[in-house]
């Protein structure tokens, strides 16, 4: 079992920053991946990028050369860093883990909320 909790998210205007973190209960040196995901109002929850645990990251189209995700296994934290925001940016973001050990096993934080906004 892993708990996992964002934080970071908040209110920015158009072309702003922010940076999320994903803090787990334990370890992460030995989680397969980590990743973002997002989820819109009345939408789908959707990737936005992930990274593995040998550092192998993936991004949706929509953010990729905007959007870096990184791991920090000695602080037990995942990041995303998210520049040149825009309003369509606008979501709940998740945290995920996934685990495999005789099975898969998949985590989720609760969420933190990304608004863009002028």
């Known amino acids: 079992q892993v708990q996992l909790v964002e934080s970071g998210g908040g209110l920015v205007q158009p072309g702003g920053s922010l940076r999320l973190s994903c803090a787990a209960s334990r370890s992460i040196f030995s989680i397969d991946a980590m990743g973002w995901y997002r989820q819109a109002p009345g939408k789908e929850r959707d990737l936005v990028a992930t990274?593995?645990?040998?550092?192998?990251?993936n991004y949706a189209d929509s953010v990729k050369g905007r959007f870096t995700i990184s791991r920090d296994n000695a602080k037990n934290t995942v990041y995303l860093q998210m520049n040149s925001l825009k309003p369509e940016d606008t979501a709940v973001y998740y945290c995920?883990?996934?685990?495999?050990?005789?099975?898969?096993?998949?985590?989720w934080g609760q969420g933190t909320q990304v608004t863009v906004s002028s």
């Open positions: 995920n883990a996934v685990e495999y050990d005789l099975g898969e096993y998949v985590y």
């Open positions: 990274i593995t645990k040998g550092g192998s990251t």
